[in-house]
């Protein structure tokens, strides 16, 4: 039941596409607190939006006792590389062990998970719309997806990888 509130809660912002620039806003605004809520309803013990340091988090959740930093973006066009460093850096900052997990529901460019990479300890993984739809559905949870990730990630050091591609894989 809850989770139809926030499927509910997605549409209602995926709608709002051609909506003036100050809605837009405001829906980045929803957009953290529709996260916020899914992850409190999967038990991932979310704690909100923080300053630490002059920056801002959008969030932290803690699954098997390892420790999440969030950032949310809801921008027209996919993000650059630039975006995703910036908030490697504020996860650079935190304890050593914490990753990063950065949603971008418009996607990033080609060269950012790349750049992410390169010659470098990866500490961000990489989510978008499609894996938030996922993770609103009955049969899929922000979890499951969250594992499929850091799987590939320590397998294959792959930052961002489409759970929708997992499932053709796996014949799920």
Do not use: C
Request: proline residues 4%.
């Amino acid at each position: 039941m809850k989770q139809a509130k926030l499927r509910q809660r997605w549409q209602s912002l995926r709608a709002l596409d051609d909506a003036p620039s100050e809605e837009l806003q405001k829906r980045g605004y929803q957009l953290e607190t529709l996260i916020m809520d899914l992850l409190a309803l999967e038990g991932l013990n979310p704690s909100p939006p923080y300053r630490s340091r002059g920056e801002q988090i959008d969030g932290l959740f803690e699954m098997e006792g390892r420790y999440f930093s969030l950032e949310t973006k809801w921008e027209k066009n996919p993000l650059p590389a630039s975006s995703v460093y910036a908030f490697r850096a504020k996860v650079d900052g935190k304890l050593i062990g914490t990753i990063g997990i950065f949603i971008a529901i418009n996607g990033f460019s080609t060269n950012a998970p790349i750049a992410l990479t390169y010659g470098k300890e990866i500490n961000v993984l990489l989510f978008d719309g499609n894996d938030i739809n996922f993770a609103l559905k009955d049969e899929h949870s922000f979890k499951d997806i969250l594992k499929v990730k850091l799987r590939k990630a320590a397998q294959y050091g792959v930052v961002k990888y489409s759970y929708a591609h997992y499932l053709d894989d796996e014949g799920i």
